[in-house]
């Protein structure tokens, strides 16, 4: 396990980058990594864990059930999964869609917390992918500000990988403008959900304020 090393590398691009140290979250992307290196991160501090497929996760939920571990839900979002997801996790980073933010909230526990969720924002147009296109996202906010069980808490991407560091910036910039640009006084969404292990550091330069993290830490996926 790489967590030290990961760490390390926030820290220092937070200081290269201006940001106040603390100010990157560290999201620890567990899917195909067995329960047991889920018992050892969080043994060494890391509580957030993010996992893509609601069976699995389900399964490494009961297996370390007494952790206090606050699960993130990055994977694609299914009509059929959105009770597991509002049931047992705290955060969705892959919404949307409305139907599923109306349902995620109708099936959302009463007695638990909002459920924390970002919006998904596909900035380059990839086909198949998920994520609103950019022009798409201020309307989708605004039709989920009346959902009582959801808080959207800003937004999410996942670029085209690149090798080039000069192009990775790019996306990670566009994300923050937009939602500098669609941000409210009552509705600030203050979280940029960018960057993964090949280019947090980019993510970090344009702001992001949680890094999902997984081969960096945990090795290749099973
Ligand atoms: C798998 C995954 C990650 C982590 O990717 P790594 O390259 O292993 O760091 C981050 N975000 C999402 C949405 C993922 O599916």
């Known amino acids: ?65 007494p952790l206090d571990i606050q699960w993130h839900f990055i994977g694609r979002i299914q009509s059929n999964k959105t009770r597991q997801i509002a049931e047992r996790f705290d955060w969705v980073h892959g919404l949307c869609d409305l139907k599923h933010a109306h349902r995620l909230s109708a099936q959302r526990p009463a007695g638990s917390p909002p459920l924390a969720a970002c919006v998904q924002v596909n900035l380059d147009a990839e086909p198949g992918k998920a994520g609103l296109a950019p022009d798409r996202v201020a309307d989708f906010v605004a039709a989920c500000a009346g959902l009582p069980h959801l808080e959207l808490v800003g937004l999410m991407t996942l670029p085209a990988p690149t090798e080039d560091k000069a192009a990775q910036g790019r996306p990670f910039r566009a994300l923050r403008l937009l939602r500098d640009r669609i941000a409210t006084p009552a509705r600030p969404l203050p979280v940029l959900s960018m960057g993964m292990s090949a280019d947090l550091e980019a993510a970090i330069a344009e702001g992001a304020t949680l890094v999902r993290v997984g081969t960096a830490i945990f090795g290749p996926r099973a």
């Not at 967590?3 to 926030?10: N, P, S, T």
């Open 1 to 65: 396990m790489r967590l030290d090393a990961v760490r390390e590398r926030i820290r220092a691009a937070e200081e290269r980058s201006g940001r106040a140290p603390g100010s990157v979250a560290l999201l620890a992307v567990s899917k195909k990594q067995d329960a047991a290196k889920l018992r050892a991160a969080f043994a060494a501090g890391q509580t957030a864990f993010g996992e893509s497929y609601a069976q699995e996760a389900t399964g490494k939920m009961e297996t370390l059930g």
